[in-house]
């Protein structure tokens, strides 16, 4: 492996398909959930938190290599929105269609249009006529991790630029980050509240991921020199993380190690995106076509094999589509993305 070259284009597939595996089953599941489920839950959970730690890595040198402000919230944008655009159209075209001459299902419409528009799939998750009589009615239950992840976008300026006037400090300033989002997180699910769960899952509660992310940033060339000692180091602690109550608040460094681990360890790079970069359409349309097909009664009609090789095809499909028809050609020439 090149100087250049790492594992996170592919870290990022698999963590996209573990989530794409768990809302299969999930949402196929007619609401009857299992310890089948229950484990898978608790990957494609890593999995997100995975994606916030690349995110806070890939995204703080992006910021770092960026000539001003302008010029990184474009690359954003461009990465982000164009092909997030579509995934909330084309449900609400189709909800259009079918609510044609309902005054009420139109104003239902445009809030989820709205809403989704702008990240807030909270306020409105459901489209009339779409899921409405399945176990999960939401249109795309997947969305709900972007509006953490542009939030982290527009806080990363100024807390960069706080760390930086820390000088020598920096690395105090980064842990006061990560334990202050490990204690949101924990001291929030206790409110008293019926969205304290919701509440604990936001973007403070995450920032021991992110953090853990720019950490890794800081410290590329030490995980590209010592990946082995990395991983070892970060399963023990990640495992230690689960049976051990107290270890519990390591368990986001314990990750970053772990994807430092892999992302460098020597051997074949296995270029992921070498035929697209099809990761960020894969966690984006998964969710309503799985919802789609179990609407239309097609994959309860089909063997186990079929009702997983079917959604596959069909998300892969989607997501190779969206990459070269939005997200590609939205993104600049030199971007990491187009030419990997």
Partial sequence: MSAS???FDLLRLVFATLVFVYHGAVLTSGGELTIWHRNL????ELAIQGFFIASGALVYGSLERSREIADYAGKRIRRLYPAYVVVILVPT??????NWENTDAMAQIARYFGANLLFLNFLQPNLPGLFEDHAITAVNGALWTLKIEVMFYMVLPFVAAILTR?????????????VGG???????????????AQIARQLPGQMAYFASGMALW???????ARPVALLFVGLTLLVGSFVIAPLEILRAAALAAVIAGIAFMPGPTIRAARWGDVSYGIYITHFPIVQGLVALGILSALPLLGQIALPAALVLLASYVLWWTVERPSLRRDSHYRNA
């Fill in 218 to 224: 800081k410290l590329w060339p030490v995980a590209r």
């Fill in 5 to 7: 070259e790492n594992r």
């Fill in 93 to 98: 075209v189709i909800a259009i269609v079918i």
């Fill in 41 to 44: 839950g608790v990957l494609a």
């Fill in 182 to 196: 490990w204690i949101w997180s924990v001291e929030a699910a206790k409110l008293e509240h019926p969205f304290a």
């Fill in 166 to 178: 820390l000088a020598r400090y920096w690395w105090i300033g980064l842990l006061i980050l990560y």
